[in-house]
């Protein structure tokens, strides 16, 4: 199982903003499948999510040298 990073937008009236979910899975496209079943899931309030994007992520949402040195080049 690989690690994933979905972004969704999420709408309420005229607000928007983003969060972002850690979603595993054997694949690419299995992550993409979940992360829109998960947004369908969601939109049962007020508020409507949408997928914006999914990525694949060894180290999701960690901030450690390696990043840093990443940003830095």
Do not use: C, D, T
């Amino acid at each position: 199982m690989g690690m994933y990073l979905a972004e969704f937008k999420l709408r309420y009236g005229n607000m928007k903003w983003y969060v972002r979910r850690i979603v595993e899975a054997s694949s690419l496209e299995e992550a993409e499948e979940l992360a829109k079943q998960y947004a369908e899931a969601m939109n049962k309030g007020e508020v409507s999510w949408e997928v914006s994007y999914v990525i694949e992520a060894e180290r999701p949402l960690i901030i450690g040298r390696e990043e840093l040195e990443k940003l830095r080049a």
